[in-house]
T-cell receptor, first 114, second 112 residues
């Protein structure tokens, strides 16, 4: 049972480069989300989706784009990477959203922007 | 802005002792959840307590919720070295159906 799978686990970018962090879940969860984790800051919500074709912004959406073409996949795109986007990124999914259930997290993608 | 704030930021205890971590939050909530994160890993859900509940147990975990004080505590009894991890509280504000807001966490070290 794979759960939530994130790729890549590690990535180094130069300022201005673009890339996509992949997230896939095999639990048929409607809700998916992306968080970033910085030292001493906890996790901050970037974007989330309540179902295929529906996305919305979280607390820190600037510099990131998302799409949700299928229930399983929720990629996070950085169009022009900046050093401030150096962080650990976590994808999470839930069956019913945080109102009633738990979030299942991936193992994280560690991004360094030089 | 962060909804929940954990206290203390770091806690070091001996194996067998109890560990208590506190969480304070700012606005009315629908529920409060506790998560655990081992170093370099993703977060794992521990327990969820709803706003109309006051106490909940799961194995060696005991969670309390005081909505009048906007605070929660997580007690781990008879701690083990394997309990060493960061612990985060997370809240769902009332009126927000989907967004879970995390605190900055408590780093627990259990010494063998």
């Amino acid at each position: 049972n794979a759960g939530v799978t994130q790729t890549p686990k590690f990535q180094v970018l130069k300022t201005g480069q673009s890339m996509t962090l992949q997230c896939a879940q095999d639990m048929n969860h409607e809700y998916m989300s992306w968080y970033r984790q910085d030292p001493g800051m906890g996790l901050r919500l970037i974007h989330y989706s309540v179902g295929a074709g529906i996305t919305d912004q979280g607390e820190v959406p600037n510099g990131y784009n998302v799409s949700r073409s299928t229930t399983e996949d929720f990629p996070l795109r950085l169009l022009s990477a900046a050093p401030s986007q150096t962080s650990v990124y976590f994808c999470a999914s839930s069956n019913e959203g945080a109102r009633t259930g738990e979030l299942f997290f991936g193992e994280g993608s560690r991004l360094t922007v030089l | 802005s962060q909804q929940g704030e954990e206290d203390p930021q770091a806690l070091s205890i001996q194996e067998g002792e109890n560990a208590t971590m506190n969480c304070s939050y700012k606005t009315s909530i629908n529920n409060l959840q506790w998560y655990r994160q081992n170093s370099g890993r993703g977060l794992v859900h521990l327990i969820l307590i709803r706003s109309n509940e006051r106490e909940k147990h799961s194995g060696r975990l005991r969670v309390t919720l005081d909505t009048s004080k906007k605070s929660s505590s997580l007690l781990i009894t008879a701690s083990r070295a394997a309990d060493t991890a960061s612990y985060f509280c997370a809240t769902v504000p009332s009126g927000s159906a989907r967004q879970l807001t995390f605190g900055s966490g408590t780093q627990l070290t259990v010494l063998p």
